[in-house]
C-alpha cells in the first residue's frame, strides 16, 4: 500500500512538472548586461542585417523584449514565415523571432496580443535607425 501512495504521489509529481515546463514555464526575462551583441535582421525585400553593439541600444532592446507579455504556444510560429529576427551572442537566449502573434525564444514559442508585437517591432526599428 505505501509503495503504492509513493507510485502515485512521484507519477503526480513528474505530471505537474511536465506540465510546467510545456506550457506554464515562463518566457527567459533578457538581462542587457548579458549580451555584448544584436544581429538584427529584418524582412521583407530588400532584407535588412543590422549589427548593434551599443550598450544603450541593447538594453532598449531588452526593455522592449522584457515588455512584451509571453505565454507559452503550441504554435510554431505564423505559416507565412517571420518578419524579425534578432540573433544574440547569449547562449540562453540564442535567437528572437517573431512571426505573426508569436515569439520564438531559443526554438521555444510564445504567443502575445498584436499590440505588444506592434509594440515590439517599432522598438526594434527605431534601435536599428539611430
Known amino acids: ?69 509571453l505565454q507559452r504556444s503550441p504554435h510554431l510560429g505564423s505559416p507565412a514565415g517571420w518578419m524579425f529576427r534578432v540573433d544574440t551572442n547569449h547562449y540562453r537566449y540564442g535567437d528572437i523571432v517573431i512571426s505573426g502573434d508569436e515569439i520564438s525564444v531559443h526554438g521555444i514559442w510564445y504567443r502575445t496580443g498584436h499590440d505588444s508585437i506592434e509594440k515590439f517591432e517599432n522598438a526594434i526599428r527605431t534601435i536599428t535607425e539611430q
Open 1 to 69: 500500500m505505501k509503495k503504492r501512495i509513493l507510485m502515485v504521489t512521484l507519477a503526480t509529481v513528474l505530471v505537474f512538472g511536465a506540465v510546467w515546463f510545456l506550457w506554464l514555464m515562463p518566457a527567459p526575462k533578457l538581462a542587457a548586461g548579458d549580451v555584448t551583441k544584436l544581429t538584427v535582421t529584418m524582412l521583407p525585400s530588400p532584407p535588412t542585417t543590422k549589427t548593434i553593439e551599443d550598450r544603450g541600444k541593447i538594453q532598449a532592446f531588452a526593455d522592449a523584449y522584457n515588455a512584451v507579455p
